[in-house]
């Protein structure tokens, strides 16, 4: 079973930008798929970027391509949110979850393991 913990978010303004991490423990990061998805209050939990085992195959949600990055470390057993250009519309609690086995997409049951998340708080 992996660990997951993410870290970088906080309060910034509209423009500016954050790079979130997710920190694995307990098993190799390069074993699973990998995913940032985000909650906003009231809202359900949304689909961010994808990222596959090497690192060589992403995807990242329409309304985000351009602004966010999704990348990874297996060395260091960590995984990268870059986020650009923000705006208030970003606010929200910033989840890394880890898939073990199958297609890891776009929907939340496609993955196992949760992080606690991180909040990003964007200001106009």
């Known amino acids: 079973q992996v660990q997951l913990v993410e870290s970088g978010g906080g309060l910034v303004q509209a423009g500016d930008s954050l790079r979130l991490s997710c920190a694995a423990s307990?098993?190799?990061?390069?074993?699973?798929?990998m995913a940032w998805f985000r909650q906003a209050p009231g809202k359900e939990r949304t689909f961010v970027a994808r990222i596959n085992r090497g690192g060589d195959a992403t995807a990242v949600s329409n309304s985000m391509k351009g602004r966010f990055t999704i990348s990874r470390d297996n060395v260091k057993n960590t995984v990268y949110l870059q986020m650009n250009q923000l705006n208030t519309e970003d606010t929200a609690v910033y989840y890394c979850?880890?898939?073990?086995?199958?297609?890891?997409?776009?929907?939340?049951?496609?993955?196992?393991?949760w992080g606690q998340g991180t909040q990003v708080t964007v200001s106009s």
């Open positions: 979850a880890a898939a073990r086995t199958g297609y890891a997409g776009s929907s939340t049951n496609d993955y196992d393991y």
């Open positions: 307990g098993r190799t990061l390069s074993s699973y798929r």
